[in-house]
């Protein structure tokens, strides 16, 4: 079974500051992972993905993110945020194979832009 | 190209009616996957299909709920004799093949679905 714990529901950054959002992920075998942001009333849109090689991934809006194996975690970061990265973030975890194709879910973080 | 089209994106259903979801995959994709989203919480994972097959319902309530995806068509999610508990935003996803973790999955608006 697998299963992904986000630290925190809530998160306030001043624009400019960075963005850390923490995940945790349980998998007995060698993970996926992925971060999605949902705007309000919108779908998910993928922000990176990890697979396999490089343990540090950029996506898309300038976010980042890097598989750290014994730490079990996947935390999603940006230098320096902007207004517009007021969103719903969602890290998800997903199995290989035919275990591959069913996310898990965290319980998503929601990230306030003060200016 | 377009997306994953969902409709309707909004749908009004009063309990003990019932509700039909529909899900458009992206052009070339042939695998759907639904997903709710209760108030408050995450998004939890339903079903898995191909077309004219179901693969995985290991995450769909016993009674109630079903899913088809026809050789033609939208896929469809079917809530019968919906409750105020099904209200919830309800997601399809659609990704190109069986190897869906190589590709991610594509996600749709989502149709958010009130019982009153």
């Known amino acids: 079974a697998q299963s992904v714990t986000q630290l925190g529901s809530h998160v306030s950054v001043s624009e400019g500051a960075l963005v850390l959002l923490r995940c945790n992920y349980s998998?007995?075998?060698?993970?996926?992972l992925f971060w999605y942001v949902q705007y309000p009333n919108q779908g998910l849109q993928l922000l990176l993905k990890y697979t396999t090689g490089a343990t540090l991934v950029k996506g898309i809006n300038g976010f980042e993110a890097e598989f750290k194996k014994s730490e079990t975690s996947f935390h999603l970061t940006k230098p320096s945020a902007h207004m517009s990265d007021a969103a719903e973030y969602f890290c998800?975890?997903?199995?290989?194979?035919?275990?591959?194709?069913?996310?898990?879910f965290g319980g998503g973080t929601r990230v306030l832009v003060k200016p | 190209n377009a997306g994953v089209m969902q409709n309707p994106r909004h749908l009004v259903r009063r309990r003990g009616q019932e509700a039909r979801l529909r899900c458009s995959p992206m052009?070339?994709?042939?695998?759907v996957y639904w997903y709710r989203q209760l108030p408050e919480e995450g998004l939890k994972f339903m079903v898995y299909?191909?077309?004219?097959?179901?693969?995985?319902e290991s995450g769909m309530p016993k009674e109630r709920f079903s899913a088809e995806f026809p050789k033609e068509g939208p896929s469809i999610l079917r809530i019968q004799q919906v409750v105020r508990g099904d209200s919830a935003a309800y997601f399809c996803?659609?990704?190109?093949?069986?190897?869906?973790?190589?590709?991610?999955?594509?996600f749709g608006p989502g149709t958010r679905l009130t019982v009153t």
């Open positions: 996803a659609s990704s190109p093949s069986g190897q869906a973790p190589e590709y991610g999955q594509y």
């Open positions: 052009k070339g994709h042939s695998h």
């Open positions: 998998s007995s075998v060698p993970p996926y």
């Open positions: 299909l191909q077309k004219e097959n179901i693969i995985d």
């Open positions: 998800a975890v997903s199995g290989r194979g035919a275990a591959g194709n069913k996310l898990t």
